[in-house]
């Protein structure tokens, strides 16, 4: 026992992290949990420490056979998918990674849930997604606009030298249309411009914004619950650029109840909490904002559910696509991130952004 508790101090890095952690020693018993693995668990440190981690597995031979094999050098890391046992708690599916390492006594072990390993995967994408649609935008929109700019001069110069009041209908037509081109431009590059204007921001301040906004727009056939945890603090941010995200979504949520709106029973609600030892954006945050706009519409078209925060993809006629492509950008220049859960008659939007 003195040897687990000397050696606790070296592996206290290991409770900075979301996956859980166990170091062994090369017998199976544990040395040091981290803070992850006593949540999953359900179960303190001291209680942990000591055990044979083995019997926390429904098939505990496995593990044994695992150790015995990095003991006698068979190979370096292993990894497997098990089922972890928990006190008077669901079974909880994990993938294993043992780990040798430069102590030979000493084992490292990892238990990645697999749905934690899905949804961080899945935010690894989103955030690839959103770096690469950032980098389409400016780039297309800047080789829109050069050429725009000739089009337009070039039909007000044509437009001067026509005298057919029939034939100016065309150059007209052109000014027009490369001017809706020209707004399109602005608003892909907006988010880029716009310098990032930081101060105090309270999330319900930024959501009663957003829902009279909402209500003026759309005064009858929606209901518009607000379910908010007050105990939640300021934080520094553009309150601006939240405001836009946050109506970019409830905008979107409002013309996909277009049916419900008609028939008078549409509701929209925000929703705040607090998330506690949270890992989004492969960062692991003591605190996190949680905001939900949930809507109890259609749900997402499934040939677009995961291309909704692409450019220019939108699931209405009509619609530019870029109201949930900018929304993303403004929450990652807060170092957040937007997630969509989707199924018919509700659809949640929510918003991560890490806490002070």
């Known amino acids: 026992m003195k040897k687990s508790i000397s050696s606790s101090s070296r592996f206290q890095t290991f409770d900075l992290l979301a996956t859980l952690v166990a170091v062994l020693h090369s017998d199976?018993?544990?040395?040091f949990a981290n803070a992850a693995l006593e949540d999953a668990l359900g179960?303190?440190?001291?209680?942990?420490?000591?055990?044979?981690?083995?019997?926390?597995?429904?098939?505990?031979?496995?593990?044994?056979?695992?150790?015995?094999?990095?003991?006698?050098?068979?190979?370096?890391?292993?990894?497997y998918d098990a089922w972890l046992k928990r006190p008077n708690r669901d079974l909880l599916p994990v993938h294993v990674i043992v780990t040798q390492t430069d102590h030979t006594d000493e084992i490292v072990v990892e238990l990645l849930p697999l749905e934690q390993q899905a949804r961080q995967e899945r935010e690894e994408r989103l955030l690839d997604q959103a770096q690469a649609n950032k980098e389409l935008i400016r780039n297309l929109a800047h080789e829109i606009k050069n050429p725009l700019g000739g089009i337009r001069g070039a039909a007000q110069l044509l437009e001067m030298e026509i005298e057919s009041r029939e034939l100016t209908e065309y150059t007209r037509v052109i000014i027009h249309e490369a001017d809706r081109l020209q707004t399109l431009v602005d608003?892909?590059?907006?988010?880029?411009?716009?310098?990032?204007?930081v101060g105090?921001?309270?999330?319900?301040?930024?959501?009663?914004?957003v829902r009279s906004l909402i209500l003026a727009e759309f005064p009858r056939g929606l209901r518009v619950v607000r379910d908010?945890?007050?105990?939640?603090?300021?934080?520094?941010?553009?309150?601006?650029?939240?405001?836009?995200?946050?109506?970019?979504?409830?905008?979107n949520a409002c013309h996909a109840l277009?049916?419900?709106?008609?028939?008078?029973?549409?509701?929209?609600?925000?929703?705040?909490?607090?998330?506690?030892?949270?890992?989004?954006?492969k960062q692991r945050y003591k605190l996190a904002l949680e905001l939900h706009v949930i809507d109890n519409g259609p749900g997402v078209p499934d040939s677009i559910k995961d291309r909704i925060f692409y450019p220019l993809v939108?699931?209405?006629?009509?619609?530019?696509?870029?109201?949930?492509?900018?929304?993303?950008?403004?929450?990652?220049?807060?170092?957040?991130?937007?997630?969509?859960?989707?199924e018919p008659g509700r659809t949640d939007f929510k918003i991560l952004i890490p806490l002070p």
């Open 200 to 209: 105090d921001v309270n999330i319900h301040e930024v959501c009663e914004r």
């Open 187 to 197: 608003r892909l590059l907006a988010p880029h411009r716009r310098p990032h204007v």
């Open 314 to 342: 939108s699931g209405r006629e009509g619609g530019s696509g870029l109201g949930l492509t900018l929304a993303q950008t403004f929450v990652q220049q807060h170092h957040g991130l937007i997630e969509c859960d989707s």
């Open 258 to 281: 277009a049916e419900r709106v008609a028939a008078g029973d549409a509701q929209l609600t925000f929703r705040t909490r607090v998330a506690r030892q949270t890992t989004f954006g």
């Open 228 to 251: 908010y945890d007050t105990s939640i603090p300021e934080f520094r941010g553009d309150r601006e650029q939240l405001i836009q995200a946050v109506l970019n979504i409830a905008h």
């Open 43 to 79: 179960t303190s440190r001291r209680l942990i420490v000591g055990t044979d981690l083995a019997d926390s597995f429904t098939e505990p031979q496995v593990l044994r056979n695992a150790l015995a094999g990095v003991k006698s050098n068979d190979f370096a890391a292993l990894r």
């Open 28 to 31: 199976g018993a544990v040395l």
